[in-house]
């Protein structure tokens, strides 16, 4: 059951669900154990889409970011086009800061703006959560760069564009979900 949904409903976002479930045993042959628990992570993450997300679409769109993330990890696509990377980031922190938006007010952690000045710190907050996301994503590459494999690319300019990317991710998420608690009448 979704919070989108009163009762469980296959659609089109279960069977990415699908997928990055059959891709975890594909992804510890292709590339080993490592790229085995990093798609474990991505069908994690796209159940909290299946239960947090407000819509269907929303779902979908969440889900396929995570598998498309998750995969071109696998496959080494990061290291074949430099520039997707950073394309990438900003998409999985846009799904990752409304996932956890949407995990918060689902929980009544987060309140209903009720003016606009109200409205302003909770774009600020939403913003700032998914800046300390992008942030413990990068200690996870480092922490996955020093301990785990040297291949996990980290450096002063992939940390930093990374970031940039994460910011912008972030404050996008903050408007989506502003605009979807204005559309629903909570703000």
């Known amino acids: 059951m979704g919070a989108y949904e009163q009762t469980f ?4 976002g ?5 997928a990055t479930l059959l891709a975890i045993p ?3 042959v292709i590339s080993g154990p490592l790229s085995a628990l990093t798609m474990l992570l991505v069908c994690g993450g796209t159940w909290l889409t299946r239960y947090y997300s407000r819509t269907r679409n929303e779902d979908l769109a969440g889900s396929v970011v995570l ?3 998750g995969a071109f990890s696998v496959l080494g696509t990061y290291k074949a086009i430099d520039w997707l990377d950073l394309v990438v980031h900003g998409l999985m922190l846009v799904i990752l800061t409304k996932l956890l938006t949407n995990m ?3 929980h009544e952690m987060l309140p209903a703006a009720e ?27 480092w922490i996955g760069h020093t301990f785990i494999n040297p291949e996990v690319g980290v450096g002063y300019d ?6 940039a990317a ?12 502003h605009g979807t608690a204005r559309r629903s009448g909570s703000a």
């Open 9 to 12: 409903v296959p659609h089109l």
């Open 104 to 106: 918060l007010v689902h």
């Open 158 to 163: 992939d940390t930093l564009g990374d970031l």
């Open 115 to 141: 003016d606009r000045r109200q409205a302003a710190g909770i774009l600020l907050a939403v913003t700032s959560m998914g800046v300390l996301l992008a942030v413990l994503w990068e200690i996870g590459e």
């Open 166 to 177: 994460g910011l912008l991710g972030a404050l996008a998420a903050a408007l989506w979900s």
């Open 67 to 69: 598998l498309l993330g």
């Open 26 to 28: 594909a992804a510890w």
């Open 14 to 18: 279960d069977a990415v669900r699908l």
